[in-house]
C-alpha cells in the first residue's frame, strides 16, 4: 500500500487531494501505467509525462525511480514558487 | 537559518530589522520580497497558492543549506507563504546576510533561482475571466544552469 498524492491541475483532473493505492509497481513508470488503466480521468492527467514532475517520500525524482520502500509518491506540475 | 511556510501575511520590516541585528560581523544584508502583481490587460482577484506540507519545508532546507555550503554567509531567512492572496500582498522574502555584499546578493539570487522552480509551489490565477495555474517558465529552468 502506498500514498499517492496529487497537486495544482494533476489534483483537479483526478479529482482528489490524494489516495491510497494497492500497487505491486516496481516503478514510478509503472506505477503510471496502472494508474493510466484505471479511468479516462487519470488517463487524462497521466496524458503527457513531460508536463509532470514526481516526488518520492517527498524527493524530487524522475519516472524511471524505483518504488522499493517508498511510501509517498506525489505528482505535480512544474513548480511555481517564489 | 530559518524557514518559514505560514498562511499568514508576515511583517517585512520586522523580518528584516530581527534577520539584521545583534550582528557585528555581518557587513551586508540582502533582502528580498516577492509580491502578488497585478496585470492592467487581465485584473487579477486572488492569487491562490497551493503547497506540499512537508515537502516544501525539506526543500526549502535544502536550498538554504546548499546556499550556506556555497557563499559566506552568516544566515538565511526564507518565509513563504501559502493561500489565497491579494494583487499587492507579499507572497514571500528572503534575506542573507554576508561579511561582503557580493556573497549576500550572489546568494539571494541563487535562493530565487531555486525556490521558483524546486520548491513545491503551485499559483493559480483568479480573474474576471476565470481562473488558470500559471506555467512554469522555460527561463526559471534555465536560470538554474548559471549556478
Known amino acids: 500500500m502506498i500514498d499517492v498524492l496529487y497537486f495544482a491541475w494533476v489534483r483537479e483532473r483526478i479529482g482528489l487531494p490524494r489516495e491510497q493505492v494497492e500497487t505491486t509497481a516496481a516503478t514510478v513508470a509503472e506505477l503510471v501505467e496502472e494508474l493510466r488503466a484505471r479511468e479516462e480521468r487519470y488517463a487524462l492527467a497521466f496524458s503527457d509525462l513531460t508536463a509532470l514532475r514526481v516526488a518520492v517520500d517527498q524527493d524530487l525524482t524522475d519516472f524511471d525511480a524505483s518504488l522499493k520502500g517508498a511510501r509517498e509518491v506525489a505528482f505535480f506540475p512544474p513548480m511555481t514558487g517564489g | 537559518m530559518r524557514i518559514v511556510v505560514q ?90 546576510a554576508a561579511p561582503h555584499r557580493k556573497d549576500a546578493f550572489e546568494a539571494a539570487e541563487y535562493l530565487m533561482d531555486y525556490l521558483k ?31
Open chain 2, 7 to 96: 498562511e499568514q501575511p508576515f511583517d517585512l520590516g520586522a523580518e528584516a530589522n530581527a534577520f539584521a541585528a545583534n550582528r557585528t560581523d555581518m557587513g551586508a544584508i540582502v533582502t528580498f520580497t516577492g509580491v502578488v502583481r497585478d496585470d492592467p490587460e487581465k485584473p487579477l482577484r486572488q492569487m491562490m497558492i497551493e503547497h506540499y506540507p512537508g515537502m516544501t519545508e525539506r526543500a526549502l532546507e535544502k536550498i538554504a543549506t546548499e546556499a550556506r555550503a556555497r557563499w559566506a554567509l552568516g544566515d538565511v531567512l526564507v518565509i513563504h507563504r501559502y493561500g489565497p492572496m491579494r494583487p499587492g500582498e507579499q507572497i514571500m522574502m528572503v534575506a542573507t
Open chain 2, 117 to 147: 522552480s524546486r520548491a513545491p509551489f503551485w499559483k493559480k490565477e483568479q480573474g474576471a475571466d476565470g481562473e488558470g495555474w500559471v506555467a512554469a517558465k522555460d527561463a526559471d529552468e534555465d536560470a538554474l544552469s548559471r549556478w
